[in-house]
């Protein structure tokens, strides 16, 4: 932080920014993970690289016809190196920093931990959450047992290094305590990126006796929007204890859940979904996307990196969380029908022009008692179907195209250039076989129309 000092205090120490602890947690990282959800759809990009995208720069997928610029034409499966690193922030204690003002990790004893907050956090409040009622996970398809209901377990909480932050925060400087400097940061969110809890509790305990507990740095991110992106549930909930708003943005319009959804965090899913009926399921980045649609994105982009690098379990481990988050948004309550507004696409449009076969198929798994008008539903005048005719090249053309047919897509729908999904089929042996299926079912639904006529 660069809050005045004096001239014995500067060469004593330096105070951390935010955007330093993101510099330092890079270098540390070495996984591969996913990069931005795009700029189109405004999902989170670090700090460091968003100075260098124009706010006109537009998210590639898989590319587009000249004829129809928001289909695909072909499958190119993103290289594993394209995923960079997701870690907004250190979510583990940086190098020390001789400083009162920024605690040094210390280990205490098991007996001098306690499992409930103290004096100004509820007794109450339960860090054993539970996402979803058992009836409602029953109703979907790809939920296993051990996901029906799931948990968070809030690790125990430490009173003497609770106490130990409050009395610090208490003889610190009032400014130094409760003021932001030239980047936004305060205490508190330094203490949220670095992951101390205990100290990240006192900080904001005393934010918020000044109002300042929804405090936004230079990007628009509250503390607990820095939790978020650091992924530390707890003390995303322990912000939400305390009076944080859940719904809160950054500048691009990126709520928490927003932010969760896109780097597949389902730990820090749970615990905004959790006993919060006010956080807003439906709302719109500045790009006019819901979480859903973030999180369907988030998925696609995670998979091909996987395709492209089938031995890397890393990868494989986080499509799994991803596609976690997106089942959470739907047992939440998020709805399947929503359309981003630029383009009108659905998360099916999402992943069938992605080529996501997985997600794809846990979509049209869904017992949805309106799927056919789900499954037809028009993105700037293309159906699903339309966009897996699209898929040239993508081993999953075939089974995607499979699967829509099977759950009622109609291939004699027409998009704004009078063509049907069959007319945008490539040329060749392989555009002839799908070309044959979709007339063949077509036939078969023109049948059963005049059948049912017949009977009338």
């Given amino acids: 932080m660069h809050f005045d000092k004096s001239p014995k205090e500067k060469a004593y120490c330096t105070q951390p920014t935010v955007k330093k602890l993101l510099e330092q947690k890079r270098r540390r990282e070495t ?4 990069p931005p959800c795009s700029a189109a759809s405004t999902s989170p990009i670090p700090p ?50 001789d400083s009162p003002y920024l605690p040094v990790q210390q280990e205490y004893s098991t007996q001098q931990q306690v499992s409930i907050f103290e004096s100004s956090i509820s007794p109450s409040y339960d860090c054993s959450v539970a996402v979803t009622e058992q009836s409602m996970a029953s109703s979907w398809p790809h939920l296993g047992p051990s996901q ?49 809890r205990e100290y990240a509790i006192a900080a904001a305990e005393r934010l918020r006796e000044v109002g300042g507990l929804d405090a936004k740095e230079h990007k628009g991110k509250t503390a607990l929007l820095v939790a978020v992106t650091a992924n530390q549930p707890e003390i995303v909930q322990d912000l939400l204890s305390l009076g944080a708003d859940i719904n809160a943005c950054d500048f691009k319009g990126q709520t928490a859940l927003h932010l969760a959804a896109h780097y597949g965090f389902p730990a820090v899913l749970q615990a905004i979904l959790s006993g919060r009926p006010n956080v807003n399921l439906e709302a719109r980045n500045f790009e006019g996307m819901t979480p859903l649609h973030c999180a369907a994105i988030s998925h696609s982009v995670t998979m091909k990196a996987s395709a492209a690098a089938p031995a890397d379990v890393g990868l494989q481990a986080k499509a799994d969380e991803k596609l976690s988050c ?23 449009h999402l992943a069938v022009k992605e080529g996501n076969i997985k997600l794809v198929d846990y979509l049209l798994g869904i017992c949805l008692q309106n799927m056919k008008d789900f499954v037809n539903m ?79």
């Fill in 31 to 34: 996984s591969a993970v996913l």
């Fill in 48 to 97: 460091t690289t968003v100075a260098e995208l124009s706010s006109s720069e537009s998210f590639t997928l898989t590319g587009g016809a000249i004829s129809y610029p928001d289909m695909p034409v072909s499958f190119q499966p993103w290289a594993s190196g394209l995923e960079s690193t997701h870690s907004y922030y250190s979510n583990a204690p940086g190098p020390s920093y």
């Fill in 148 to 196: 029906n209901t799931q948990h968070i377990y809030c690790s125990p909480m430490d009173s003497l290094k609770l106490d130990e932050a409050r009395s610090l925060l208490r003889r610190m400087d009032y400014s130094r305590a409760t003021c932001q400097d030239e980047d936004g940061d305060t205490i508190l969110h330094i203490y949220t990126a670095k992951g101390l």
């Fill in 326 to 348: 997106v089942q959470m948004l739907l047992i939440a309550g998020a709805s399947l029908l929503s359309q981003e507004i630029k383009s009108n696409k659905t998360v099916l």
């Fill in 378 to 456: 028009k993105a700037h005048g293309h159906t699903a179907l339309h966009m897996a005719a699209g898929l040239h090249g993508n081993p999953n053309q075939e089974k995607i195209l499979q699967l829509l047919l099977d759950r009622g897509a109609d291939p004699s729908i027409r998009n704004l250039e009078n063509d049907q999904p069959a007319h945008l089929l490539q040329s060749g042996p392989q555009g002839e076989r799908l070309k044959f299926m979709l007339k063949r079912r077509s036939s078969s639904r023109s049948g059963r129309t005049r059948n049912n006529l017949d009977h009338l």
